[in-house]
């Protein structure tokens, strides 16, 4: 049926108004404790997402009672459905929700929930035909959104969203929805770095600047200018004087825009409400995803925040820790990546939800489509939601804090860099698997967290006034990772953190622990032990023993001196499984090992050849066969001088401006724990080109080792070299440890084999 509205929406926001309300100085985000009424309204609907998502109908049909049913049966209670605004508001004022009552109808009858995901652009259908503006990239390209401060068109979008929430929400199919603002779940269009239209700009000088600096004066004496009015303040694009200026009001406007949207939505309906947050760490200062800002939002109106890419730890770590500063629920997405990585990861994704208790909120499997991901990784999650739905109690937390400096991304030049920081958090935790917190500089302002409570801070990024000031009031400021573990016990050790992870959730009256443990590497399986700490699973001193969760049967185990426990354990790759730590010795017959080691065994040497890049020897070259543009490491497999080889990519073929053969290490290894290699490679020595070892050491992940250049006369040659002070810490592109950079990214590097020899400890 069409539903036409009373008037044309086509209309100028009050948006000074709104703005008013929520920013009074540039950078300053809603605070965390700030609450409406809306906020303390009982939410209807389930309290944890337990989702799959949809396409908004199976190719024109609405999906079946019989299709939600076996989403059901699966464990699941939701499903989000990618709404397309053409479909749903054909011309302006004008509104077709047949589809989706009946889907909703559908939903009902088979006891599950439909969550509709607002896309403003970037999804099917989104926007509408009738939207017209664009936005405009900082170096004047087009991109596909719509202007983000064409207000008439920015109120046009909040009809289509409050007009069908508000038609919807009493509906018993209704499970809550997904607001979001720009591209897809980034912000600013990431296809190009939106934000600098035409609508934008004049928001810019007529609104922002007023706002945030009341006269040109105080605009000059801030920032040590001499205009005459605020038109004449430039929109800087990055690079150029007062580019810092222009970051500021972008992030303001993602702020202040998701702000009047959720208060919006709140006035017509209390049932439950999600943000996406798409991307990365490092896609801050491009996209304006800043977690911050979606965390203080959702403290006011009382939404759960669902992180994307949730199958990074660093970025995981992140977000349970500002789950917990802000007091607000978290769920996980997770996009599946290629074939072969995919059921590794999809377990790595799994596990990780323990990292968001106390406060988790449910996961999002993306996409049931029909491809590969349904075959290979859509039972993996199905088959272990179980487990994830009978976890209880809390992430365990240390009096430690890994502090990141978020200013870049509100245009501070001077603030640490965002680049490496999410590798660098995963990294700390793989090789630590210590209960940390990681603290935002955003979060110490929004007053969410205080420095002054933790025992020592390790500024990841660089210390700002933050750090300054908590090393002047007596605080203790760490130089190294390795000096989190007098901070932060680990409650696992393993003996390689690269193909393991556990991740435990401690039972409230600190008398019992639930690990998941998870094999997450594609290429190499677990062989070894865990040695599992009471003290840093926040536990109550005494004897524990260590159970398996599905028989509830003691695990053969070495008593550890801590009151802990070490289990042999030998995981194929990509696997789960759930153990229990629990109080008491184990029981009497419980197998006792005769060595329980984590230090100790694995390959003194390992290597690939091209042809038989099984790891079978240890060492698996990456990206073989790859296709995909824009990507540094790709490729091909040839045949060179009579041998098999790979070939690098030339820029070219890949659009970019390197080229490199990556290379991933048995993690159980004795290579891999081994600070100084030797290592062969096998080349063909091309007039021109030759490679760099670029291998992960503590202080950086793409260190310079020897160059190679040989002679030049088309002929296979081996060339034989050193490392020194390695830390493998699978922290490079793709988790590798070391690549073969290419002298000459123009023309191909070949590559026959390589082989690495442990030289000492």
């Known amino acids: 049926m069409l539903r036409t509205s009373k008037s044309s929406r086509r209309r100028t926001v009050p948006l000074l108004a709104a703005a008013a309300a929520v920013v009074a100085t540039a950078g300053t985000v809603v605070p965390a404790g700030a609450a409406t009424p809306a906020a303390t309204a009982a939410r209807s609907g389930p309290s944890t997402l337990w989702a799959t998502q949809l396409q908004f109908d199976d190719h ?68 509408a035909s009738w939207i017209t503006s664009r936005e405009i990239t900082s170096g004047g390209g087009t991109g596909i959104a719509p202007a983000w401060w064409d207000t008439g068109e920015q109120q046009a979008y909040f009809d289509y969203v409050t007009t069908t929430v508000r038609h919807i929400t009493g509906n018993s199919g209704y499970g809550g929805s997904i607001l979001n603002y720009g591209r897809l ?25 007023p706002r945030t600096y009341g006269t040109v004066a105080r605009f000059n004496t801030a920032n040590g200018t001499a205009y005459g009015s605020f038109a004449e303040v430039p929109a800087a694009t990055p690079g ?21 949207l959720t208060a919006a939505v709140r006035k017509v309906s209390r049932g439950p409400l999600y943000y996406y947050f798409g991307g990365h760490i490092a896609n801050a200062p491009d996209i304006g995803n800043l977690p911050d800002i979606f965390f203080g939002l959702a403290r006011r109106y009382d939404v759960t925040v669902i992180e994307d890419a949730a199958q990074s730890p660093g970025l995981t770590l992140t977000f349970g820790s500002l789950a917990r500063g802000y007091h607000v629920r978290l769920a996980q997405e ?36 029909g491809t590969s991901k349904d075959v290979i990784a859509y039972p993996i999650y199905t088959d272990a939601l179980p487990t994830l739905q009978g976890l209880s109690g809390s992430y365990p937390q240390a009096p430690v804090a890994v502090y990141v400096d978020y200013s ?40 969410a967290a205080d420095l002054s409570k933790f025992r020592a801070v390790l500024p990841l990024n660089g210390a700002d006034a933050n750090v300054t000031a908590y090393r002047k009031a007596g605080g203790t400021v760490l130089d190294s990772g390795d000096q989190l573990t007098r901070y932060a016990p680990a409650y696992a050790e393993l003996a390689s953190a690269h193909a393991l992870q556990v991740v435990p959730t401690t039972a409230a009256g600190h ?9 997450i590497n594609p290429y190499f399986p677990y062989d070894g032990a865990v040695v599992l700490h009471p003290a840093g699973l926040d536990l109550r001193a005494g004897r524990y023993h260590a159970v398996d969760a599905a028989t509830g049967k ?48 694995g390959a003194t040497t390992v290597g690939a050849t091209a042809g038989g890049n099984d790891g079978s020897s240890g060492a698996v070259f990456q990206n073989v066969g790859a296709t995909g543009l824009g990507a540094d490491g790709n490729l091909d497999t040839v045949t060179l001088g009579g041998r098999s080889a790979y070939e690098t990519w030339t820029t070219a073929r890949t659009g970019v401006g390197s080229a490199n053969a990556y290379l991933q290490l ?96």
């Open 60 to 127: 024109g049909t609405p999906w079946s009672t019989a299709q939600f049913e076996a989403i059901r049966a699966k464990g699941m209670n939701s499903v989000e459905i990618n709404m397309p605004w053409d479909r749903i508001e054909p011309a302006e004022g004008t509104f077709d929700f047949t589809a989706l009552d009946t889907e909703l109808a559908n939903a009902a009858a088979a006891g599950i929930r439909i969550v509709p995901i607002f896309w403003q652009a970037g999804w099917g259908g989104s926007p």
């Open 334 to 369: 997770w996009t599946a990546p290629t074939e072969a990585e995919m059921p590794a990861q999809a377990v790595q994704w799994i596990s990780n939800y323990g990292m968001g208790f106390p406060y988790a909120g449910g996961e999002d499997f993306f996409i049931h489509d």
């Open 666 to 761: 048995d993690p159980g290894s004795a290579v891999a724990r081994a600070a100084t290699v030797t290592v062969q490679v096998t080349y063909w020595s091309e007039a021109g080109q030759g490679f760099t070892v670029q291998y992960d050491t503590p202080a950086d992940a793409y260190h310079n080792g020897p160059t190679v250049t040989g002679d030049g006369s088309g002929s296979w040659q081996t060339a034989t070299l050193t490392l020194t002070g390695a830390q493998f810490d699978q922290a490079q592109n793709l988790q590798a440890d070391l690549r073969l950079a290419a002298t000459d990214p123009a023309q191909p590097l070949y590559i026959h084999s390589i082989s690495l020899t442990a030289d000492g400890n």
């Open 408 to 447: 870049k991304a509100w245009g501070n030049a001077a603030g640490g860099s965002l680049n490496a920081v999410e590798n660098q958090l995963t990294a700390l935790w793989s090789r630590h698997q210590s209960g940390f917190t990681v603290v935002t500089s955003d979060e110490v302002k929004n007053h």
């Open 240 to 260: 150029q004087a007062l580019a810092g200026v222009y970051q500021n009001f972008r992030q303001w406007s993602v702020q202040d825009t998701y702000d009047r």
């Open 185 to 209: 779940d980034a912000q600013w269009a990431n296809d190009g770095n939106g934000g600098w239209a035409p609508a934008d700009i004049a928001y810019f000088h007529d609104h922002w600047l």
């Open 511 to 519: 008398h019992s622990a639930q690990l998941v443990l998870a094999e």
């Open 554 to 601: 003691a695990l053969p185990q070495v008593p550890q001196s801590d009151g802990g426990a070490c289990v042999p354990l030998r995981m194929g790759t990509a696997s789960l499984t759930e153990w229990k730590l629990v109080p008491g010795p184990a029981p009497a017959g419980t197998p006792v090992p005769g060595s329980c080691s984590t230090t100790s065994g």
